[in-house]
């Protein structure tokens, strides 16, 4: 009688057998996390991180000091103004000695021909001859150096560029529309060059990664169905979708509770859960149900197999 009524309790408490057309599995909710860095070393001036508060992508998240890289384009901009002042000097030196260039080459030919007349003396050629040398080196000379002035005015109009655009990233914007997930500065401290200044997480696109045994691997397809329940919304599930089914094997990892269960070799197979109001957050255990063969029909309802 003893043995009768243990055996009824046990029939009684045992839970149903998962349906064949269902895999199970369980894990952790995983957000696509992504790490703010500052491209510009200086101090935070205005900081609008709120762990937990939702921003749009494009939304300031920090301000950080910009009096120095003003400073440094204010300089740079000086520099440009002097270089183009130099470069006009130049211009008209230049244009003064292309003008002697033209006397001298004209004085030159007609002392040549003269000379071959007769007419006036090999010295005098020689002299027309030297000035005309002369224009040339000089003339060449200025050319020469209104192209280093060039390429100096061209370095100093990108240094201008450069410092603008380090201006525009003193102003740090949130890459995505996310969460706050881990704010990572405070106002009034220094941030250096890839210094975080913190972390968002994509509530639209969580995932959980689950394992499946060896021999049943062989059944999960891409973009196979599934649901997912978390211990905060026993009563709702959340649609999935088979996104990606690991191509090695391994040992169940050790999160799993029961010792035993870490021996069996498994593949990870990591659904996208939707995620419409933003309920789910990272971190929630989940468990999750597969339907893996084509036709099958989700039944009334789901339990986690023992």
């Not at 989940?286 to 023992?306: F, M």
Request: aromatic content about 6%; cysteine-free.
């Amino acid at each position: 009688m003893a043995a009768g009524g243990s055996y009824a309790l046990y029939l009684q408490l045992r839970s149903d057998p998962l349906p064949e057309q269902l895999l199970y599995g369980n894990g952790h909710i995983e957000g696509t996390e992504v790490r703010v860095s500052a491209e510009v070393s200086g101090r935070v001036v205005e900081n609008f991180l709120v762990e937990g508060r939702a921003v749009k992508a494009q939304s300031v998240l920090v301000r950080i000091d910009r009096t120095r890289l003003e400073l440094q384009r204010d300089q740079a901009k000086s520099e440009i103004a002097a270089i183009q002042l130099e470069r006009r000097q130049v211009e008209e030196e230049l244009g003064t000695w292309r003008h002697h260039l033209q006397v001298a080459a004209r004085d030159h030919e007609r002392y040549s021909q003269l000379e071959d007349k007769a007419v006036v003396s090999s010295q005098k050629l020689e002299v027309a001859e030297s000035k005309l040398m002369e224009a040339r080196g000089r003339v060449g000379a200025l050319e020469a150096k209104i192209k280093a002035i060039t390429s100096r005015l061209e370095a100093a109009t990108t240094t201008v560029r450069l410092i603008e655009l380090d201006l525009t990233k003193s102003t740090v914007l949130a890459p995505i529309d996310g969460t706050i997930l881990v704010k990572a500065v405070e106002q009034g401290e220094f941030l250096p060059v890839g210094g975080t200044i913190g972390v968002l997480v994509d509530l639209s696109r969580l995932e959980l990664k689950v394992f499946i045994r060896e021999r049943d691997i062989g059944k999960v397809h891409l973009s196979d169905q599934a649901r997912v329940r978390v211990d905060a919304f026993q009563d709702r599930y959340f649609e999935g979708t088979v996104i990606r089914v690991d191509q090695k094997a391994q040992f169940t990892p050790r999160e799993i509770h029961m010792p035993e269960e870490r021996t069996r070799m498994v593949f990870g197979v990591t659904l996208r859960v939707e995620n419409p109001d933003g309920v789910l957050k990272p971190g929630m255990p989940a468990d999750s149900w597969i339907l893996w063969k084509k036709g099958g029909q989700w039944p009334d309802s789901l339990h986690v197999p023992q």
